[in-house]
T-cell receptor, first 116, second 111 residues
Framework: DSGVTQTPKHLITATGQRVTLRCSPRSGDLSVYWYQQSLDQGLQFLIQYYNGEERAKGNILERFSAQQFPDLHSELNLSSLELGDSALYFC???????????????FGEGSWLTVV | KNEVEQSPQNLTAQEGEFITINCSYSVGISALHWLQQHPGGGIVSLFMLSSGKKKHGRLIATINIQEKHSSLHITASHPRDSAVYICAVNSGGTSYGKLTFGQGTILTVHP
């Protein structure tokens, strides 16, 4: 158990709909990262939040947005869903200090999204 | 060409064999991760390297910064090692979760 909790584990929804994926980081971790894993694109970094503020952006579509709340949990909002958005969405968290402090990244179990 | 290339893409071994998975990258990095993903989908970070070599049990990871290359070795492989192994690099800065991933190596170890 990594200590990172993601809900829901599985989600099936129709095209055009909107969903929210939730992530609770490990206790005390200020950074939260979101990743998408699809069959054709593999794993891709989407976005990072640090203590409530957006820190870095990757290949995140404009239809997607995220936020991190004062209690440090994060939500990834996916709207106007398309079939190609079907993927496994991972959340991860890490302690302060980064690799120079020897800290690694802890992944949640992922949320499987199927768009039909 | 991808920024992170892994080889081989698929690897089949017999239990007890020594296994090597390679990762080459084309950008400057602050850290490199080796990740393991089991069929259930969850991802575990096995190693994070910025230089040299690390060992954990039967797993050894090395990195050569000058040659932009890393290897993951599994000694005395076991069927429970069957998984996808993914190399990922962080290109620097404080956003060290901003990773670029390799395509993964599917390892199958037969008893």
């Amino acid at each position: 158990d990594s200590g990172v909790t993601q809900t829901p584990k599985h989600l099936i929804t129709a095209t055009g709909q909107r969903v929210t994926l939730r992530c609770s980081p490990r206790s005390g971790d200020l950074s939260v990262y979101w990743y998408q894993q699809s069959l054709d694109q593999g794993l891709q970094f989407l976005i990072q939040y640090y203590n409530g503020e957006e820190r870095a952006k990757g290949n995140i579509l404009e239809r997607f947005s995220a936020q991190q709340f004062p209690d440090l949990h994060s939500e990834l909002n996916l709207s106007s869903l398309e079939l190609g958005d079907s993927a496994l969405y991972f959340c991860a968290s890490s302690p302060r200090g980064g690799p120079y402090s020897g800290n690694t990244i802890y992944f949640g179990e992922g949320s499987w999204l199927t768009v039909v | 060409k991808n920024e992170v290339e892994q080889s081989p893409q698929n690897l089949t071994a017999q239990e007890g064999e020594f296994i090597t998975i390679n990762c080459s990258y084309s950008v400057g990095i602050s850290a490199l991760h080796w990740l393991q993903q089991h069929p259930g989908g969850g991802i575990v970070s096995l190693f994070m390297l910025s230089s040299g070599k690390k060992k954990h049990g039967r797993l050894i990871a090395t990195i050569n910064i000058q040659e932009k290359h890393s290897s993951l070795h599994i000694t005395a492989s076991h069927p429970r090692d069957s998984a996808v192994y993914i190399c990922a690099v962080n290109s620097g800065g404080t956003s060290y979760g901003k990773l670029t991933f390799g395509q993964g190596t599917i390892l199958t170890v037969h008893p």
